[in-house]
T-cell receptor, first 115, second 112 residues
Framework: GAVVSQHPSWVICKSGTSVKIECRSL??????MFWYRQFPKQSLMLMAT?????????EQGVEKDKFLINHASLTLSTLTVTSAHPEDSSFYIC???????????FGEGSWLTVV | LAKTTQPISMDSYEGQEVNITCSHN???????ITWYQQFPSQGPRFIIQ???TKVTNEVASLFIPADRKSSTLSLPRVSLSDTAVYYC?????????????FGKGTTLSVSS
């Protein structure tokens, strides 16, 4: 199946700093990418939807100035957590939808720990 | 997006067939039904997708009745490694921007 890769797999950062997570579609062009966060033993929560070349659409309650999403090309989207705080510690997962077809594929996820 | 309802948890033994049913009473005409599997600390993995009747691949079967208001994921002869959370999702993902909204999923526990 299609491959979506996230980097880094895990990252530790200090409170107040910013951290960037990359999401790449390796073998297909993704017009739309989605970002989720997941707390332990909970389901995935959609944070935002990004379409290539346009601004991301954020879900209610997600701070767009804190979680910056960029989708500059058809194979790359980035999530930047700005001024991170310990409560931002979570598992962040991206997914991508190909230009054709009805299937969405997920990355491996990225663990963020803010200390 | 159609809301889905699944059992919170299921238990099984190795070698048994497991059937997980999902209800989606408000499914729309253009909606597809997709199932994902998720292991701890991993992203969800696509299992199978269907629109109507029956779909089968190398890992699972998906049964969808004529009214499409429910679907059943069938896992033949499960093993310990099938212990995971299974999510049923419904939507027309050909529509740009249509996101997958996850419910609570079904936690399947397989014992020896």
């Amino acid at each position: 199946g299609a491959v979506v890769s996230q980097h880094p797999s895990w990252v530790i950062c200090k409170s107040g700093t910013s951290v960037k997570i990359e999401c790449r579609s390796l073998d297909f062009q993704a017009t739309t990418m989605f970002w989720y966060r997941q707390f332990p033993k909970q389901s995935l929560m959609l944070m935002a939807t990004s379409n290539e070349g346009s601004k991301a659409t954020y879900e209610q309650g997600v701070e767009k100035d804190k979680f910056l999403i960029n989708h500059a090309s058809l194979t790359l989207s980035t999530l930047t957590v700005t001024s991170a705080h310990p409560e931002d510690s979570s598992f962040y997962i991206c997914s991508a939808r190909a230009q054709t077809g009805n299937t969405i594929y997920f990355g491996e996820g990225s663990w963020l720990t803010v200390v | 997006l159609a809301k889905t309802t699944q059992p919170i948890s299921m238990d099984s033994y190795e070698g048994q067939e497991v059937n997980i049913t999902c209800s989606h009473n408000n499914i729309a005409t253009n909606d597809y039904i997709t199932w994902y599997q998720q292991f701890p600390s991993q992203g969800p993995r696509f299992i199978i997708q269907g629109y109507k009747t029956k779909v089968t691949n190398e890992v699972a079967s998906l049964f969808i009745p004529a009214d499409r208001k429910s679907s059943t994921l069938s896992l033949p002869r499960v093993s310990l490694s099938d212990t995971a959370v299974y999510y049923c999702l419904v939507g027309d993902y050909n529509q740009a921007g249509t996101a997958l909204i996850f419910g609570k999923g079904t936690t399947l526990s397989v014992s020896s």
